[in-house]
C-alpha cells in the first residue's frame, strides 16, 4: 500500500530562518508527488508537482526537489505569510492521491 | 476562471439526519473527487467520477454514503442516518485529464465543514 510520512510535523521558524520540510513514500509505479499549501478553514492550494527524481520546481521562495525515495520542501527567508500546513501527496500505478499527515510551518517576524 | 466552489461552507446536524454537499468544478474538467479530511490530518480519497461515471469508490466509503454527478457538471455527496465519526471537512477536487499517463493536477475547494452533535 502507498504510504507518506511527512516531517516534522511542526516547525517553527523566525522569519528569514531558511529550512526544509520532508516528505519519505513508499508508491508503486510513482505517477506523481504533488506538494500543497493549506490555510486553516481552506482547502488545499496546488503547490508543484514533480515526476521524476532529480527533478526541481521553484516558486518564489520555495523550491521542491524529488529523489526515488523523498521530497523535500525548501523555504528560503521565509516571511510569516508563508505560515500555513504543507501537504504531500503521492499518486502510483492504481492513480489514488495518497497524502501525508502534513508539516504546520509557523513563521514568526 | 472560477474555482472549485463547495455549498455549504458548513453544517451542523444532529446524529440520525440526511445531509447532502454540493461541489462545482472547475468549468471543463472532467474528473471531479470526493475527499475527506480530519483535524491534524491529509486528506482522504472517497470517491471520482469522470464526467458522470463514478469509476473509483474507497473502502471508505460506507453505504451511508453516496455520490452522484448526473450531467457531468456538479456532484453531490449524500450521506444517510450521520453518526458523529462522520464529523470531517469534505473536501471536492477537480482536474483535466486526457489519455493514459497525463499529467492530473487536482484542484480544491474550500471545503464543507460538517459537525454531526
Known amino acids: 500500500e502507498d504510504q507518506v510520512t511527512q516531517s516534522p510535523e511542526a516547525l517553527r521558524l523566525q522569519e528569514g530562518e531558511s529550512s526544509s520540510l520532508n516528505c519519505s513514500y513508499t508508491?508503486?509505479?510513482?505517477?506523481?508527488l504533488f506538494w500543497y499549501r493549506q490555510d486553516p478553514g481552506k482547502g488545499p492550494e496546488f503547490l508543484f508537482t514533480?515526476?521524476?527524481a532529480g527533478e526541481e520546481k521553484e516558486k518564489e521562495r520555495l523550491k521542491a526537489t524529488l529523489t526515488k525515495k523523498e521530497s523535500f520542501l525548501h523555504i528560503t527567508a521565509p516571511k510569516p505569510e508563508d505560515s500555513a500546513t504543507y501537504l504531500c501527496?503521492?499518486?502510483?500505478?492504481?492513480?489514488?492521491?495518497?497524502f501525508g499527515a502534513g508539516t504546520r510551518l509557523t513563521v514568526k517576524p | 476562471d472560477t474555482g472549485v466552489s463547495q455549498d455549504p461552507r458548513h453544517k451542523i446536524t444532529k446524529r440520525g439526519q440526511n445531509v447532502t454537499f454540493r461541489c462545482d468544478p472547475i468549468?471543463?474538467?472532467?474528473?471531479l473527487y470526493w475527499y475527506r479530511q480530519t483535524l491534524g490530518q491529509g486528506p482522504e480519497f472517497l470517491t471520482y467520477?469522470?464526467?458522470?461515471?463514478?469509476l473509483e469508490k474507497s473502502r471508505l466509503l460506507s453505504d451511508r454514503f453516496s455520490a452522484e454527478r448526473p450531467k457531468g457538471s456538479f456532484s453531490t455527496l449524500e450521506i444517510q442516518r450521520t453518526e458523529q465519526g462522520d464529523s470531517a471537512m469534505y473536501l471536492c477536487?477537480?482536474?483535466?485529464?486526457w489519455g493514459e499517463g497525463a499529467k492530473n493536477i487536482q484542484y480544491f475547494g474550500a471545503g464543507t465543514r460538517l459537525s454531526v452533535l
Open positions: 477536487a477537480s482536474s483535466l485529464v
Open positions: 508508491v508503486s509505479g510513482l505517477r506523481g
Open positions: 514533480l515526476y521524476s
Open positions: 501527496a503521492v499518486r502510483g500505478s492504481n492513480n489514488d492521491m495518497r
Open positions: 468549468s471543463e474538467h472532467n474528473r
Open positions: 467520477f469522470q464526467n458522470e461515471a463514478q
